[in-house]
């Protein structure tokens, strides 16, 4: 099965930037979809950004523009990446990675349910 393992997070001033990077290991197959959610004490976890196999890529509009999400699939190893520039304090959240088998189709990228794995989670603060 796959594993998800977000590296630590941390603390940024407003205005900066950071990236996020989650390993994937297991068997994934040739189809799937990669996302980062996030969320908030007493919010529910919401989806930032997607990218499935083919590279197609999509944002939630209150990040357009200032996150990115690629993959690196060099050697054996799959990382997810999150680039976060032009943080924002309403950026705080705890953020995960999560993977869906298949590749999900853009109008259901955000819906939990279409995700089978995910990450224990990373704190970023921005101040």
């Known amino acids: 099965h796959v594993q998800l393992v977000e590296s630590e997070g941390g603390s940024v001033l407003a205005g900066g930037s950071l990236r996020l990077s989650c390993a994937v290991s297991?068997?994934?197959?040739?189809?799937?979809?990669l996302a980062w959610f996030r969320q908030t004490p007493g919010n529910g976890r919401q989806g930032v950004a997607s990218?499935?196999?083919?590279?197609?890529?999509?944002?939630v509009e209150s990040v357009k523009g200032r996150f990115t999400i690629s993959e690196d699939n060099a050697g054996s190893n799959k990382i997810l990446y999150l680039q976060v520039n032009g943080v924002r304090p309403e950026d705080t959240a705890m953020y995960y990675c999560a993977s869906a088998t298949g590749r999900v189709g853009l109008a259901f990228r955000f819906l939990l349910s279409e995700y089978n794995a995910w990450g224990q989670g990373t704190q970023v603060t921005v101040s």
């Open positions: 297991g068997y994934i197959g040739n189809d799937y979809t």
């Open positions: 990218i499935d196999s083919n590279g197609v890529a999509n944002y």
